[in-house]
């Protein structure tokens, strides 16, 4: 078992812009934490799955970041 703790801006930081380009920067610190861990979990010895787990605010959080992050790898 291998653990990974994500902290990510919240508040008037994370989720407060008014440029639609960038997004929310607590998402995009989210999404850039899972692209860490897809493509650095083998090195921990993780071969097959990976569960994602949020609490209140955090788990809507993770839930908008990973569905944003896998339609961008799709895109790609």
């Known amino acids: 078992i291998a653990i990974a703790v994500v902290h990510f801006r919240q508040g008037l930081q994370g989720f407060a812009t008014l440029d639609p380009e960038t997004g929310s920067y607590g998402i995009e610190d989210i999404k850039l934490a899972l692209e ?39 895109s790609k």
């Open 36 to 74: 860490f861990i897809d493509k650095n979990v083998k090195e921990f010895g993780i071969t097959e799955k990976i569960i994602l787990v949020g609490e209140n605010d955090e788990a809507c959080a993770l839930h908008f970041a990973f569905d944003s992050w896998k339609m961008d790898a799709k």
